[in-house]
């Protein structure tokens, strides 16, 4: 039997990382409230204000490679702060500090260690192994973050093959598997925009497990037709459908 490659993404495929913003956006209405007072804007208005500058922030920053870098995210907390303090015309310095403080709070190695890796994630590993296939990890994001979430799960010990990127695209797919029988490659990734895609373009199969998390990833049109896309609820299903791949 030919051996089979995987390439695993890693957050909310993984390992659940949508929360690691939810929380800390959460502090963030609290001290837009707290330090505004009766003048702050309800809820959903911060939310959806914080999302959309959060979003075209990675867009203007992927200019110079930096999309997803680390300093994003609290930064993009600090500018809705300072939207929010100029459409009232007040002036609070102390507050944008504030902001990009909490915003920091995305990336907890105890949150990380504490959470692990999704059910069924660490059987699967064992079942494609015991089967003889190689399973590659690449993920997208800062360097210095994704190693310390890799580190927390003792992936460096699962994966052999471990890529970080700013960008997942058919450049960087193609760069984990080249020398590669793309008829026996699978990618297996929770986004249309940042797995499906770029899995379609690199012509590799395409193992979708949706959670699409935040704005940034819902910018997309519906899932594609493809022959070697195939849809699951979740990872432990992969067992379910090996004879078909």
């Not at 300093?71 to 939207?83: G, I």
Request: aromatic residues 10%; positive net charge.
């Amino acid at each position: 039997m030919t051996k089979k490659t995987f390439l695993f993404d890693l957050d909310d495929t993984l390992m659940w990382n949508f929360h690691d913003y939810s929380f800390p956006l959460l502090d963030f209405t609290k001290l837009v409230m707290k330090r505004i007072g009766p003048k702050a804007p309800d809820l959903p208005t911060i939310i959806n204000l914080q999302a959309e500058i959060d979003s075209k922030k990675v867009k203007e920053w992927m200019t110079f490679g930096r999309g997803f870098c680390k300093e994003r995210f609290p930064t993009s907390m600090a500018e809705t702060y300072q939207e929010i303090c100029k459409s009232l015309n007040i002036n609070d310095a102390k507050g944008e500090k504030l902001a990009y403080q909490i915003g920091t709070r995305a990336f907890s190695i105890k949150r990380w260690k504490k959470q692990g890796l999704v059910p069924g994630a660490k059987e699967i590993f064992s079942y494609l192994k015991n089967k003889g296939d190689e399973i590659i990890l690449i993920t997208k994001g800062d360097e210095e973050i994704q190693k310390m979430k890799i580190s927390a799960n003792n992936l460096e010990l699962i994966f052999k093959e471990i890529y970080i990127v700013q960008t997942k695209n058919k450049e960087t797919l193609e760069e984990c598997i080249s020398k590669k029988n793309k008829n026996y490659i699978w990618h297996i990734g929770n986004s249309i925009k940042s797995d499906v895609l770029p899995a379609i373009d690199a012509k590799i199969g395409i193992i979708y497990i949706p959670m699409e998390t935040w704005k940034f990833e819902k910018e997309h049109a519906s899932i594609p037709k493809y022959n070697r896309l195939i849809k699951l609820e979740n990872i432990s299903q992969i067992k379910n459908i090996y004879s078909q791949l």
